[in-house]
């Protein structure tokens, strides 16, 4: 069942200079969890931060750390993101070619465990994978970097996202992820997304505008 609509900004379009005020800041604009974006230069083109950052956030904050590992091959990065205060560990379905030993391990730690699909990829390793997750996350953009146009080919997936949650009767977050702002949150959330990152989207305007952008991306404005 469709949850209500929560918010996750993606860090990835805060001030670097100053990470730890910036989780502050959206945390008392009143996000639901705190996106954390995990790049490698390898799975796809951009580096972004690591386990020791992570760590050195988690005191900021009680919210729920939502870590999205765009990184390939990810096992050995596992423990290591669990150590450091992740709530969440989401990993691509094109991570490699173990995706259920993956997710094995990403339970192992204690923690809940997400599986991202890339625009171009299906859902059907769903059919083998739906009992093992907490979270479902639709690319609507080709990861790598913030601030790129939502492909509306990803409604579609949402919706068939959607259905597969419904059918399985867990209780599984349907996240977006990707030029998710105030023209197209309202069309993800047709769809049936209940979990939307939004980093631009949230970020614009600079603290004092965050509680009002997630306010808005949630549709109460
Ligand atoms: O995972 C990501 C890119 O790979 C980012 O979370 C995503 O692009 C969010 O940025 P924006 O809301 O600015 O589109």
Same mark, same amino acid.
């Given at each position: 069942m469709q949850k209500p609509v929560r918010i996750a900004p993606s860090i990835l379009s805060?001030?670097?200079?100053? &990470?730890?005020? *910036?989780?502050?800041?959206? =945390?008392? #604009? /009143?996000?639901?969890?705190?996106?954390? =974006?995990?790049?490698d230069g390898h799975f796809v083109p951009n580096i972004t931060i690591g386990p020791d950052v992570v760590k050195s956030l988690r005191p900021h904050t009680q919210k729920i750390f939502d870590v999205h590992l765009m990184v390939a091959p990810v096992d050995s990065y596992i423990q290591a993101f669990a150590d450091a205060g992740s709530d969440i560990i989401t990993v691509h379905a094109e991570s490699g070619p173990h995706v259920h030993r993956t997710l094995q391990m990403i339970k192992a730690t204690g923690k809940k465990a997400g599986l991202s699909f890339n625009p171009g990829t299906p859902l059907d390793c769903l059919d083998y994978l739906i009992d093992m997750l907490d979270l479902i996350l639709v690319m609507s953009v080709n990861p790598g970097f913030g601030g790129q146009s939502f492909i509306p080919s990803q409604l579609k997936k949402i919706e068939e996202a959607r259905r597969r949650?419904?059918?399985? /009767?867990?209780?599984? =977050?349907?996240?977006? =992820? /990707? /030029?998710?702002?105030? *023209?197209?949150?309202?069309?993800?959330?047709? #769809?049936?997304?209940?979990? &939307?990152?939004?980093g631009s989207a949230t970020f614009k305007g600079g603290p004092d505008q965050y509680a009002t952008n997630m306010k808005a991306l949630r549709g109460e404005s």
């Open positions: 805060a001030d670097f200079s100053k &990470l730890g005020e *910036e989780v502050r800041a959206i =945390d008392a #604009a /009143g996000c639901d969890y705190v996106h954390i =974006d995990v790049m949650i419904d059918v399985s /009767g867990r209780e599984i =977050d349907l996240q977006v =992820d /990707g /030029g998710v702002n105030m *023209e197209t949150a309202p069309q993800v959330i047709t #769809a049936g997304a209940d979990l &939307l990152v939004a």
